[in-house]
């Protein structure tokens, strides 16, 4: 990667002036008041008038918790999400080309009560020009070769009479984000999933690939890693496609309709998305590390995009290449068992060959694309809380692939705004709140977290310094399966909340949210908007929706015109009833963050979770040379999306002590957290008693105890930041969370030593075992 020019912040924010308060300068104030005792008083003053009424009874928050909460559960309706949610996906909004929605989403939002604007950014990103895949086929008369073609690809959606998203005229293509623009015909090799490990099968086999195009399938890992893979091997495009085996039961071979008269896959679907390279770096590739204000320095993309072509397709328009290959090269049953997973298509007659194609038949894949530096526009909401350096950001994204987009992200948009609505009834009934609430409808998270990552890199001084925590709705709803993911410190607030929000499923009349789902929290990834507070700015984030997959939930067809509001309303959420439980829960767990007066954060989960990682560390260590059998879908994209390295480096035994070293740091740590949390406790019980008004005194070093307790909740998260960066990707600095290398999506925990093992490289796992050692102690230091 090429040098940054990002001023760096270092894990300790006291003193650091934020740049600019998204409305207005003024907020400077704030930061300095962290460092400075004289106005830590002050705000203590404000502590006082925020959360006990019953000695101001001028400034009284005129709302009770129970209250405010009993608002923020009436409130969101599931006909008004369904409104939403039809506006949203009644015309295209590509990232960049939409601006009358982001003006409607800010008109909504300041009706409602809450001041709004939109934020822009000028952004480096590409629009579909034009495209072609066809196949092929050479043959010979009188001594003259000529070229047919035996197929060409549509590349479109079947247009269906019921679903009027899919008949609209000015529908979005089908094409790559991303992607490079070229026009290449080559010979073509079936990489299957296009992991690490599949290509290397691929070498190992002697297949060749070099000059040929790869016939790549989507799943187990972020699209753009296959085609960086491809191109690093010298391939000259990427076709992906998608393959109803990876569809569980609900399919067209096993007797379930197609959408529209069923829930099985349309065959015609394709799945748009990003190519970008999102384990490097996501954001606006130009500008990697700063924010793409006007006239910024840009910085070549090599590295962080594609150089070669790449397009999606459907499973049916894939059928006819797929077959082109029968007979040539070996079969995929000849490989390993990670070949003949799932393969949905055999039905009709594919027989899965590697191939690479026989040289009379070929593939034109010809992409054009037009780069362009264009706006993108955030809308950011603002509730001013008596507190002016305790924060919370709540932000889901606008921007969809498609006009339809009502899963992804539309459901999450139409989630945003019943919660900010029920806000808005609040602040109407008289709620002061206690901690300022950022609202953010995110443009540009589909090429890669592009409005979001940006925001960060513009108001980091000022988040790292106020920030508590980040809620991320991304898809709101696509199914009953609740899941999560998150930082461990807000593990509990997703439990407590998800206990109190009642489910859409009474099948045992009371039952919550909580009580129906598993209680899985996944470890933060990528492939969201958290990813930038997260990894980047080291906030605590959390990200969740309805988006869990059941066995006999209806297919959900990503990226795709079948993402519509049709599909929502017969298929996804018939009356929105999740819709309007996602609203509670997330109207829910920001108020819990932003009211209470000591934060709901968890220092002890983080000390339980870290403890595990080291744990897992060791165990992966030791199966080194067994290489453990996945099982889960996550392990096996997570097992095949591994660079194994070959001759060892330094010397594991070494590496092993540094691991107990590690286990010391986090024991101290843990005592130091269960320490803290107790502390918060306590104070927590106290804030709650009424202190006679001639007892100020008392009250003042209450009020002071419970400001340093959150100051150091909000600092722990910070502690994990490295200046230098990961190996390879210096944007991402977080030591414990990033997504992996090669897959993309799943989060990789401890990246610096998990990498290190895979490349047997112990050199550099003893220097992140020391890195990552320094931030636990350093995250000790802040919580005692
Ligand atoms: C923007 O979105 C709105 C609402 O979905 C839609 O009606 C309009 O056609 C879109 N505008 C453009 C320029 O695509
Ligand atoms: C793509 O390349 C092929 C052969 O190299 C050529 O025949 C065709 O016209 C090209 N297509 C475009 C749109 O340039
Ligand atoms: C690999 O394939 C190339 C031709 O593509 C051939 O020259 C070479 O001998 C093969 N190597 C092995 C080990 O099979
Ligand atoms: C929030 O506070 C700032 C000043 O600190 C002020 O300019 C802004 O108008 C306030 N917003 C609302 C909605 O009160
Ligand atoms: C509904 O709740 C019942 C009882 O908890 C559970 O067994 C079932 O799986 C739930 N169904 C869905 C679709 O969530
Ligand atoms: C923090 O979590 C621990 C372990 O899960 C629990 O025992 C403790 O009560 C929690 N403390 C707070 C303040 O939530």
């Given at each position: 990667m090429p040098t940054e020019t990002t001023p760096l912040i270092t894990t300790v924010q006291v003193g650091v002036v934020p740049r600019r308060y998204p409305h207005q300068t003024v907020r400077r104030f704030c930061s300095i008041a962290l460092s400075c005792s004289l106005l830590a008083v002050i705000a203590t003053f404000l502590w006082t008038v925020a959360f006990n009424p019953h000695s101001h009874p001028h400034h009284q928050s005129h709302l009770t918790f129970e209250e405010l909460q009993a608002i923020l559960l009436e409130t969101p309706s599931g006909e008004k999400a369904g409104e939403w949610s039809q506006y949203y996906t009644s015309g295209p909004h590509l990232a960049g080309k939409n601006l009358s929605q982001a003006e409607w989403t800010r008109d909504r939002w300041n009706e409602w009560g809450i001041k709004s604007e939109v934020v822009a950014y000028e952004t480096y990103i590409n629009y579909p020009v034009d495209h072609r895949i066809a196949l092929l086929e050479k043959s010979k008369s009188k001594g003259t070769e000529t070229w047919n073609v035996a197929f060409e690809a549509t590349l479109e959606e079947d247009v269906l009479e019921e679903d009027p998203t899919t008949a609209l005229e000015d529908r979005v293509p089908v094409f790559h984000g991303y992607s490079a623009s070229g026009n290449v015909t080559a010979q073509y090799v079936y990489v299957n999933y296009g992991t690490y490990q599949d290509f290397e099968d691929l070498v190992k086999a002697n297949i060749s690939l070099e000059g040929k195009i790869a016939l790549a399938r989507y799943g187990g890992i972020f699209r753009g890693l296959k085609v960086k893979r491809a191109q690093e091997l010298g391939m000259i495009g990427t076709v992906i496609f998608t393959d109803p085996g990876d569809d569980g039961e609900i399919t067209d071979e096993n007797g379930y309709k197609t959408y529209p008269d069923g829930p099985a896959r349309n065959p015609s679907s394709v799945q748009r998305g990003s190519v970008q390279f999102l384990s490097i770096a996501p954001g606006d590739p130009t500008t990697i590390g700063y924010p793409s204000k006007p006239g910024v320095p840009r910085q070549p993309v090599d590295g962080k995009i594609p150089s070669i072509p790449s397009l999606p397709i459907s499973y049916a328009e894939a059928i006819p290449i797929l077959k082109s290959l029968n007979g040539h090269g070996p079969k995929s049953t000849e490989f390993n068992k990670y070949w003949t997973r799932n393969q949905g298509l055999e039905y009709k007659g594919v027989e899965y060959n590697i191939g690479p194609s026989p040289e009379g038949v070929v593939l034109n894949l010809y992409n054009e694309q037009e780069y362009t530096i264009t706006p993108m526009w955030d809308v950011i909401g603002i509730i001013n809380g008596t507190i002016p350096d305790e924060v919370i950001v709540v932000g889901n994204h606008r921007d969809a692939w498609i006009a339809g987009g009502a899963g992804d992200p539309n459901s999450g948009s139409a989630v945003i705004n019943e919660a900010i609505r029920s806000f808005g009834k609040a602040l109407e009934a008289g709620w002061k709140p206690l901690r300022t609430i950022v609202f953010a409808s995110w443009d540009g998270e589909e090429y890669g977290l592009v409005g979001s990552t940006e925001w960060v890199e513009e108001y980091l001084p000022w988040l790292s310094v106020a920030n508590v925590a980040y809620i991320n709705v991304d898809v709101?709803?696509?199914?009953p399966v609740f899941s999560a993911s998150a930082a461990p410190m807000l593990n509990k607030l997703i439990y407590d909340v998800t206990a109190i929000v009642p489910s859409p499923n009474q099948t045992i009349p009371g039952q919550s949210v909580r009580d129906v789902w598993d209680g899985h929290i996944s470890t933060m990834g990528s492939g969201s908007d958290f990813t930038a507070f997260q990894d980047f700015a080291g906030i605590p984030s959390l990200d969740m929706g309805f988006g869990g997959q059941s066995k006999d939930s209806p297919v959900y067809q990503y990226h795709s015109n079948y993402d519509s509001y049709h599909w929502m309303s017969e298929f996804g959420d018939p009356g929105f009833v999740y819709h309007r439980t996602m609203a509670q829960i997330l109207a829910l767990a920001t108020a819990k963050i932003s009211e209470t007066p000591l934060v709901s954060l968890n220092a002890t989960d983080y000390a339980t979770a870290l403890k595990g990682y080291v744990t897992q560390v060791e165990e992966k260590l030791a199966s080194l040379d067994s290489d453990a059998e996945p099982t889960t879908e996550t392990e096996i994209a997570e097992f095949r999306a591994r660079a194994v390295g070959a001759a060892v480096k330094g010397d594991p035994a070494a590496f092993k002590f540094s691991l107990e070293k590690l286990h010391a740091s986090v024991a101290k740590f843990r005592e130091a957290a269960i320490e803290l949390d107790a502390k918060s406790a306590s104070l927590s019980e106290k804030a709650n008693e009424h202190i006679p008004w001639w007892k100020w005194i008392t009250k003042l070093k209450l009020l002071h105890a419970i400001r340093s307790t959150n100051t150091k909740y909000k600092k722990i998260e910070r502690a994990f930041l490295y200046e230098g960066g990961l190996d390879g990707r210096s944007w991402f600095r977080h030591v414990v969370f990033a997504p992996g290398v090669w897959t993309g999506y799943a989060g990789a925990v401890f990246p610096g030593l998990v990498e290190s093992i895979d490349n047997k490289d112990f050199v550099n796992a003893l220097k992140w075992a020391d890195i990552i050692d320094v931030c636990i102690r350093t995250a000790t230091k802040t919580v005692q």
């Open positions: 709101g709803v696509r199914s």
